[in-house]
């Protein structure tokens, strides 16, 4: 594969979609090239090609899977975690949404010397904060096939009944002026409700999230109170949030 073609697919993975128009100007080559590019990276299973453009195939989302995503940044999501830690006190109650990032808080939790109630719909979550001295609620639904969490009309109806003090919950992608991105349809509307059960809802992302979409928006920046980033965060994106009233704190170095 040569740097075009990784490139090609670094776009899809942000994007979902792109057609052939757009990559061909992007990279200045001709149709032809285009073409014998996608056909090399579908025929890896990498990309499903559709009428005038491609989306992401199966083994590019294999490839992303949840274990493997948890590997990446790793020093970035434990500095996030421990900064979110501080921001808990006892008795409350929370909500750590499904993401690598919010697993890394449940990591803390089990070495906090308070106690709290943790929501959640994902199972590694509550797997992490199995026998720990947290009180653990697990909203019911359908288990994704691809990351273990819970999905579903029976996962957004639960949620209709339960209050938190905080939300925690993580992104795709984020941009100042729009709003807080997820690459999955299904994850977008129960985020949506989440977002209104909260006294405070607390995103936490790595840098790298800062200036990017993805799939579909579930949250407009004003519903947001605070994020949390890593230090190599791009200040002028730090201070774009913070302009449309967003605390942003940045933890480590």
């Known amino acids: 594969m040569n740097i075009r073609q990784s490139k090609i697919l670094e776009l899809i993975e942000r994007n979902m979609r792109i057609s052939i128009s757009e990559i061909k100007d992007m990279f200045g080559v001709s149709e032809m090239?285009?073409?014998?590019?996608?056909?090399?990276?579908?025929?890896?299973?990498?990309?499903?090609?559709?009428?005038?453009?491609?989306?992401?195939?199966?083994?590019?989302?294999?490839?992303?899977?949840?274990?493997?995503r948890e590997k990446e940044r790793v020093e970035e999501k434990k500095v996030i975690a421990a900064r979110a830690l501080e921001m808990i006190e006892a008795g409350e109650n929370i909500i750590l949404d499904t993401g690598t990032t919010t697993l890394y808080i449940a990591k803390e939790l089990v070495k906090s010397s308070f106690t709290i109630t943790v929501a959640t719909t994902s199972l590694a979550v509550a797997s992490i904060l199995f026998n720990s001295h947290h009180d653990v609620l697990i909203f019911g639904g359908f288990l994704r096939r691809e990351i273990p969490d819970l999905i579903g009309p029976l996962t957004e109806k639960n949620l209709l009944d339960f209050h938190a003090d905080?939300?925690?919950?993580?992104?795709?992608?984020?941009v100042a002026?729009?709003?807080?991105?997820?690459?999955?349809?299904?994850?977008?509307?129960?985020?949506?409700?989440?977002?209104?059960?909260?006294?405070?809802?607390?995103?936490?992302?790595?840098?790298?999230?800062?200036?990017?979409?993805?799939?579909?928006?579930?949250?407009?920046?004003?519903?947001?109170?605070?994020?949390?980033?890593?230090?190599?965060?791009?200040?002028?994106?730090?201070?774009?949030?913070?302009?449309?009233?967003?605390?942003?704190?940045?933890?480590?170095?």
């Open 33 to 68: 090239t285009v073409r014998r590019d996608l056909a090399l990276l579908e025929g890896n299973g990498l990309v499903t090609r559709v009428h005038g453009g491609v989306i992401a195939g199966r083994k590019l989302f294999f490839d992303q899977s949840f274990s493997q």
């Open 166 to 174: 905080t939300l925690f919950m993580g992104c795709d992608g984020l």
């Open 177 to 253: 002026e729009e709003g807080f991105y997820t690459s999955d349809l299904n994850i977008s509307h129960i985020e949506e409700k989440m977002v209104t059960l909260a006294d405070r809802v607390i995103v936490v992302t790595d840098s790298s999230k800062f200036g990017r979409k993805s799939f579909v928006k579930y949250a407009a920046t004003g519903r947001i109170h605070t994020i949390i980033t890593d230090w190599k965060v791009d200040l002028r994106q730090a201070d774009a949030f913070k302009e449309h009233g967003v605390e942003v704190v940045i933890a480590g170095k």
